[in-house]
């Protein structure tokens, strides 16, 4: 056990470092001081512009205006993403926010609908799904609904740089003191190993109790000082990386990510207010840098606004995510590839749980192993809910998706999707960040039909089941027309011109 955690210091302005610096300060406020250390020599990753939607969360406790955050970050609405070409080429399927239909107590709806398939009625399950019906039609509204089953969830797209500037301006309001120096050395207690100070190209020292590594892939603190280690998942999911470029807008904003499949990757499409994000995931086994680039330069629709600029990274997660007195947080913790735009949420969780666990009294071993068991159950079951989308395919044109289909995928996966496959039973373990409704459309949209239903789906007449599922369609459907479009939304709410 270590001395009381007076001052923290946060290594890193990326997303990371001016999150957790946002929500230390919020939360614990003048319990401690808070610290930033950031270089803009070395500058930020400069990628990560979709969400989900418990960043709304942050928004909450940070206490954000939404419209004057809309409009500082140039961001848009998130119902879903679009995934195209997964399954095969020329299909494609969303992954909304959403669920389809309305909660039943003993078998989820999609069993009902399951059986009407059967008798040759019920359509597609996403026509049950407003989130769907939005996104396909492009329109948003703050659905303020007394029927919980028009409930609209959404998260946002926004551009990384406006945004990291956001934090930073709540960040320094609340009191968080800013250091602009590159960390050239790190200095140790010989002891116990213990980080004491951060020491600046220009000499000078920055002390602290507890440190923040937001410091991007390497982990200047959890992996070049500590040695952590790090669990390569590359074999599980083999993509290790990115371009990214951006280019202009297009005149109607859609209301979601896209994720296109190419023949050994997929590329992103982040419709922003004044420009698309774009970037291409891809595995160097199967492309070079220069195909890579051709293919995303290719596919861009609209005219390249950049230059694009590679990202090289590797799947998996430190071991530790907390070691000593030092937490890493973002892209130092680990990365699993923005297919589910799961990092920011990663940031957001590992504060949470240090808030939760907050060691004010000194550090004790016990707080520092919840930490990282919870961590580590995390990122697994992010990681193979990624794992999903690439496994269960039936696409022939590469070797690519075709070795996808020989991954040696862990075991729980193995059973979900054999559980799902047989009789449509979700299995859903406690804390997994994807709900069933998520599991269901990836499962579905990938191509697993169940092959039985749960009986209590037999229980109404076929006339019955009918006019249940009419109904359901038309309560969904009913508020679309009178809804505005994204765009129009944007405008009105935050002046987006
Ligand atoms: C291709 C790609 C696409 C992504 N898309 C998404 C997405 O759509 N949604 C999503 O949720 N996430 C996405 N992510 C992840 C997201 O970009 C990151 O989680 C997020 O940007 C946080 O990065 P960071 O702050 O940890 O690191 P960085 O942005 O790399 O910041 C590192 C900071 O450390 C500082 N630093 C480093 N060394 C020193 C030093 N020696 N001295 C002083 N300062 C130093 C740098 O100046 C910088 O401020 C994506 C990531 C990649 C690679």
Redesign the pocket.
Known sequence: MTNKIKKVVI?????????SAALLKKVIGSAIDVEL????????????????PPIQNVNAVLGIDEAEFLRETQGTIKLAIKFENWRKQGESYYHTFGSAGKSFAFCHFHHFWRRAQDLGFGGSLWDYDLNYLCAEEGKFAKINAKDPILNLAYAY?FD?SLY?QYLRKLSERMGVVRTE????KVQQDEQSGYITA?K?KDGKEIKGDLFID?????G?LIQEKLGTGYDDWSHLLPCDR?I?VPSERFEHTVPY?RSIAHSAGWQ?R?PLQHRN?N?L?YCSRYYSDDEAADILLSNLETKQIGDPNL?R?RTGRRRKQWNKNVIS?????G?L??LE???????QTAIVRLIHLFPHDGIQQSTVDEYNKLSKLEFEQIRDFLILHYYVNERDDSRFWRDMRDLDIPDSLRQKIQLFADNGTLLREQNDLFLEASWLQVMLGQGIMPKDYHPVANQPSDEALKDMLDNIRAVKHDPIPKLPSHDAFLAQFCGKR
Do not use: R, Y
Not at 11 to 19: I, P, R
Not at 329 to 333: A, D, I, P
């Open positions: 290594l890193g302005g990326g997303t990371s470092g001016w999150m250390v950031e270089s803009e020599q070395i500058g930020t990753v400069g990628v990560g512009e979709a969400t989900i797209h990384a990291g120096g590159l960390v050239d951060l600046l937001c410091s991007g892939f390497k200047l990115a990214a990510t992103w982040i994000g970037g995931v990202i990274f947080v973002g892209l130092s913790s990365f590839e923005p735009s799961t990092s920011i949420h990663l940031i």
